[in-house]
């Protein structure tokens, strides 16, 4: 499978205590992003890494949350302290950015077109 | 930040029938609208995306129809099935800055056999 997978799933925790969430973007993708989605709602920017780059955070990110990408590979999104209210179902995406060359049997198109995983659906009780 | 508007929040559509959903955005750092199609408890897939140095683009029943003047544009589900019963998300870049798409509330569809 060449598309953008996520683990865990589901993820049900207690408050106050750390998850973590791994993202796989599709291969040789330089740019990855990480979204959250409430029920009706669309999608909201977290964060976004250009290889292993963090370049932007958005406000939402507050302190209890930390992402990273060491190896302009996989990510991983951290919640720490968690809160009732961080219950969301948190989205992964890659796209292609500037110098991709791309792949045989790899998705075609347009470098800026942003794939998304399945998702992680947090439950905070 | 910019916001994107979407509308219809739902609606509700007879088999063969044309589904059409607006989507309104600001100002864009470049020029690049997506739209997704999102199932229960699946992450958002892709469905068609438009540059728009045309005015238009099809692929298949999905239209993508672009103004740019009035900085709108919307997605048309021609010969509509059941099987394309789901959310819809228009998507545009945020302005400024980086490669980050700021996303519409989403328009739930349902198609009646």
């Known amino acids: 499978d060449t598309g953008v997978s996520q683990n865990p799933r589901h993820k049900i925790t207690k408050r106050g205590q750390n998850v973590t969430f791994r993202c796989d973007p599709i291969?040789?993708?330089?740019?990855l992003y990480w979204y959250r989605q409430t029920l009706g709602q669309g999608p909201e920017f977290l964060t976004y890494?250009?290889?292993?780059?963090?370049?932007?955070k958005s406000r939402l990110l507050s302190d209890r949350f930390s992402a990273e990408r060491p190896k302009g590979s996989f990510s991983t999104l951290e919640i720490q302290r968690t809160e009732q209210g961080d219950s969301a179902m948190y989205l992964c995406?890659?796209?292609?950015?500037?110098?991709?060359?791309?792949?045989?049997?790899?998705?075609?198109?347009?470098?800026?077109?942003?794939?998304f995983g399945p998702g992680t659906r947090l439950t905070v009780l | 930040q910019q916001q994107v508007k979407q509308s219809p929040q739902s609606l509700i559509v007879q088999k063969g029938g044309i589904s059409i959903i607006n989507c309104a955005y600001e100002?864009?750092?470049?020029?690049?609208f997506p739209w997704y199609q999102q199932f229960p408890g699946k992450g958002p897939a892709l469905l068609i995306a438009?540059?728009?140095?045309?005015s238009e683009k099809k692929e298949g029943r999905f239209t993508i129809s672009f103004n740019k003047s009035a900085k709108q544009f919307s997605l048309h589900i021609m010969d509509s099935q059941p099987g394309d019963s789901a959310t819809y998300f228009c998507?545009?870049?945020?302005?400024?800055?980086?490669?980050?798409?700021?996303f519409g509330t989403g328009t739930r569809l349902k198609v009646l056999a």
């Open positions: 100002n864009t750092a470049f020029d690049y």
């Open positions: 995406a890659s796209s292609p950015g500037p110098h991709w060359r791309g792949l045989a049997g790899g998705p075609a198109g347009d470098t800026d077109t942003q794939y």
């Open positions: 890494f250009q290889n292993e780059a963090q370049l932007e």
């Open positions: 291969s040789e993708h330089n740019r």
């Open positions: 998507a545009a870049p945020s302005y400024p800055g980086t490669y980050k798409y700021i």
């Open positions: 438009i540059r728009p140095d045309v």
